[in-house]
């Protein structure tokens, strides 16, 4: 279809120039309580905020997931996370489909930032905390370097070079999966997670 | 249901619980909407901001296109080209047909609605199963969305509860939303582990760094782009940005226009499929930009403005007209007034020459669009060109609804209007015999079937002000 593409660019050269505005001054919002923020915006859509020492979080885990009667847990092993029936995500996803989409309770992951303006977690899954960690187990729990969080989504961008620096998938959370699609009723869990579980470590 | 704007207006006008589902909707939205743009200087400065970007990029548009593909393109992504929406569905099916893909899912795309792209799948012997669940439910009632954002939005859950008894094996009867939800995600769940591909639509396109950026709520679009091996994402060649920076201020815009949300659940940020090591995600993904008249509205300047859309439903939301009748009146995949530019242009006036009518020009929708798009504009403009075609190349079907009588009409009163001694006659005339014509004279009828006709004064203004002493200066 390459024709259509001579086609269509120089139909789109030929039309008349229009000038090139300047963008006018625009800054997001910033927080003198940050976590503050963020923790009221997750949690008015259902999310779960726990701050905790960062020496302590793997015992506060292990309570969390106890209180949610989860069975097998899928943590990348460098987490070393403290639960009797921990798996890895250590094939690719057919070889693990079945497990993935009805076996697992509960995934861990690390978020790379977070942004408190909207309550959002930041991840950049890799080989190790694969795409369908944070997307396929009815519960998630993100791990959150306190430092890692921005007031808002230019400035995070900006500190961490995004724009230099994309993987494969860059994944904005905010809450759990829902939808309204039905009478504009909010309901939890429609195709991802039922909840999302926030440790920031501090 | 009627073949015309207006008949279909007056059956949905007469239908108490659609127009009860729409209202409350539209309520709801409005309000939400509100509370987030509740200061106006935030709200002044960011859409200023958007509309800036959405212009600029528009203003370098084949450039962005050609950054774009070669960003896509050396990042993995293989990029397509369509001109037609006819195109489009070859090209997919093509895809399709290469990887002998039998079963498609499907996350929220307008421009799939546009191409009628799952009858075309469907011809061909591939199912294609929508998974956003506004979609899944009208797909299982067999209709096409009524509100962008929003598809199922004109039904309420008796309707929705009886629909999933009747096509879910097993389901029971319930009105509970968390139950109907549950069910829904059980059947959308086998079909994303069954799928041979997933295909999605795109918010924006970034130039800078050839990404898809996709948001939504569910999940159920970054199933389809992450579990099957296969990704195919369809949009039109308008959805393109500059920077990834330009992302930021859109999204604080979007979805707080749409529903009042201050960030959708997910944004899915997409730039290439799998690569070596990794484990998951597809392991091609094709991206088609669809073109189906957009470079024809592009050649126009003012007409232009109308792609710098994203999508966001709420000039709908806002619409005294679309709340009234509903998304399907519309008689076209985009309702409410962006429908009425879009649809006019893409398709030409002389199939959609009645949408530009469909409106009061109230400016509702002027007022809350967050890229400042003048709808009212160009209403206007496309109700001229349906009238009185410009030279300007950009509309479809110009002309279409041109009148020799109704020329012949204005002529004459332009004609009136020029001579004092014509004018004066004509008047006098008219105070004679003026209300001796009927109401349902030929060129009245139409006019006066819905307003009464004016009772004319027995003297005209001027008659009047001389015998009051004022002479004729
Ligand atoms: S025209 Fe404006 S308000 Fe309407 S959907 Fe497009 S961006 Fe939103």
Redesign the pocket.
């Known amino acids: 279809m390459s024709d259509a593409r001579t086609a269509i660019l120089a139909r789109l050269r030929a039309a008349p120039k229009a000038t090139v505005p300047d963008l006018p001054e625009w800054t997001g919002p910033v927080f003198a309580d940050r976590l503050e923020r963020f923790r009221i915006m997750l949690e008015a859509v259902h999310g779960e905020v726990h701050v905790i020492a960062a020496d302590q979080w793997r015992p506060h885990l292990r309570l969390i997931l106890s209180s949610k009667d989860v069975g097998r847990v899928m943590a990348p092993p460098e987490l070393a996370v403290d639960w009797p029936d921990v798996v890895a995500y250590d094939r690719p996803a057919e070889a693990l489909k079945d497990q993935l989409v009805d076996g697992i309770d509960a995934a861990i992951t690390t978020a790379c930032g977070a942004i408190a303006e909207t309550g959002t977690v930041v991840l950049r899954p890799d080989a190790d905390q694969p795409r369908l960690m944070s997307l396929l187990p009815p519960i998630h729990v993100v791990l959150l370097k306190l430092s890692d969080m921005a007031d808002n989504m230019a400035g995070l961008m900006a500190a961490q070079d995004w724009a230099g620096t994309m993987p494969t998938n860059l994944l904005l959370i905010s809450g759990p999966s829902k939808t309204a699609d039905i009478e504009q009723t909010l309901a939890y869990g429609v195709h991802g997670p039922k909840e999302l579980i926030v440790l920031v470590l501090s | 249901m009627g073949n015309d704007f207006s008949s279909r207006a007056h059956d949905a006008l007469n239908n108490p619980q659609l127009r009860r589902n729409f209202r409350r909707a539209m309520d709801g939205l409005m309000s939400k909407r509100a509370v987030q743009f509740a200061d106006r200087d935030d709200w002044a400065a960011l859409r200023a901001r958007g509309a800036a970007i959405k212009a600029r990029a528009l203003a370098r548009l084949p450039d962005l296109l050609e950054e774009f593909e070669q960003k896509a393109r050396a990042n993995g992504i293989i990029v397509h080209w369509a001109e037609t929406t006819a195109d489009a569905n070859s090209i997919v099916l093509g895809i399709l047909t290469d990887h002998g893909a039998k079963r498609v899912i499907k996350g929220k795309s307008m421009v799939s609605e546009e191409m009628h792209l799952n009858a075309h799948l469907e011809a061909h012997g591939i199912t294609a199963v929508e998974s956003d669940l506004g979609e899944y439910i009208i797909q299982l009632a067999g209709e096409a969305p009524s509100h962008?954002v929003m598809p199922c939005i004109h039904k309420n859950k008796g309707e929705i509860a009886r629909l999933f008894t009747d096509n879910i094996a097993g389901q029971p009867y319930t009105e509970d939303v968390d139950a109907l939800t549950a069910a829904a995600r059980k059947v959308l769940r086998r079909e994303f582990a069954q799928a041979d591909a997933g295909l999605s639509g795109v918010n924006f396109l970034v130039a800078e760094t050839g990404s898809l950026v996709l948001i939504e709520n569910e999940g159920n679009g970054r199933l389809s782009t992450t579990l099957p091996p296969l990704h195919i994402a369809v949009t039109g060649i308008e959805k393109l940005v500059e920077k990834l920076d330009d992302v930021a201020p859109l999204l604080a815009l979007l979805p707080r226009?749409a529903t009042g949300q201050p960030i959708t659940t997910y944004v899915n940020m997409i730039t290439s499929p799998r690569k070596a090591g990794e484990k998951d995600g597809p392991r091609q993904v094709h991206l088609v930009l669809l073109d189906n008249g957009r470079s024809r509205v592009y050649a126009d300047l003012q007409l232009r403005d109308t792609l710098?859309?994203?999508?966001?439903?709420?000039?709908?939301n806002h619409c005294p007209v679309y709340a009234r009748v509903g998304g399907h009146t519309y008689g076209s995949v985009y309702p409410g007034?962006?429908g009425k530019i879009l649809t006019p242009q893409l398709a030409g006036l002389d199939c959609a020459g009645d949408l530009p009518h469909a409106s009061t020009l109230c400016n509702a929708?002027v007022e809350?669009?967050?890229?400042q798009?003048p709808?009212a504009d160009i209403l206007v403009r496309l109700r001229t060109e349906a009238a009185q075609p410009s030279q300007a190349p950009g509309v479809k079907g110009a002309g279409s609804n041109a009148s020799m009588v109704e020329n012949a009409v204005w002529k004459g009163w332009q004609a009136m209007n020029a001579s004092p001694a014509v004018y004066a006659a004509a008047t006098r005339s008219l105070a004679v015999i003026g209300n001796l014509i009927p109401a349902a004279a030929p060129l009245l009828r139409q006019w006066t079937s819905v307003r009464s006709k004016p009772k004319f004064a027995g003297k005209t203004l001027h008659q009047l002000a001389r015998d009051k002493g004022y002479d004729n200066e």
């Open positions: 962008i226009s710098r859309c994203i999508r966001c439903g709420a000039c709908m007034p962006i929708c809350v669009c967050p890229v798009i709808i």
